[in-house]
């Protein structure tokens, strides 16, 4: 429930830290689809939240630099800060 409760935190920073809505981009161009990239970054929008903490924009940062679209392929969701795929959030 934590990672899951991370991801919505991530999902939610579209718009209002430069790390989270870097990672947030991030995941969302690993989809396959536009209409399901687009789907991801419209998820971001709607739960936008009003602040970000410190220690939740460093925790962005230090996950830019292990996500990518070939660890999350590869099942490595935790890479993202994901407990599944990012697909699965939004079914």
Do not use: H
């Not at 934590?2 to 939610?12: A, E, F, P, R, T």
């Not at 809505?21 to 939240?49: Q, V, Y």
């Not at 970000?52 to 460093?58: A, R």
């Amino acid at each position: 429930m934590k990672k899951y409760l991370l991801l919505i935190l991530i999902i939610s920073i579209y718009s209002c830290s430069e790390p989270c809505l870097d990672l947030a981009n991030k995941i969302c161009d690993c989809e396959p689809t536009a209409d399901r990239r687009n789907t991801c970054k419209s998820i971001f929008i709607k739960n936008n939240p009003i602040s970000i903490s410190d220690d939740e924009q460093n925790r962005c940062e230090s996950l830019l630099k292990t996500c990518s679209c070939s660890q999350l392929d590869a099942g490595n969701y935790s890479a993202c800060g994901l407990s599944k795929s990012p697909s699965e959030f939004y079914k």
